[in-house]
């Protein structure tokens, strides 16, 4: 019963890590959006910080073009 429990917890951890990765993304994407490398960079940061447990499932790459993230990999 633990580890169904344990396994369950993961998934919901992984599944709002990607949820929030995509609202990211989406800012990118969209005018008025944050786009700066740094504050992109920091943002995902805050959300490693969140989910530590998801974290390490991940990689996380961001493209920069002028100071501007273009896509989040």
């Avoid at 920091?42 to 991940?58: F, L, Q, S, V």
């Amino acid at each position: 019963m633990k580890g169904v429990k344990e396994t369950s917890m993961s998934d919901h951890f992984c599944d709002r890590y990607e949820e929030e990765l995509d609202t990211v993304l989406r800012a990118i994407n969209k005018k008025g959006g944050t786009k700066k490398y740094g504050k992109v960079m920091e943002r995902i940061g805050r959300i490693k910080e969140r989910y530590p447990a998801a974290n390490k499932h991940y990689e996380i790459e961001v493209i920069e073009k002028d100071d501007l993230a273009t896509q989040v990999l």
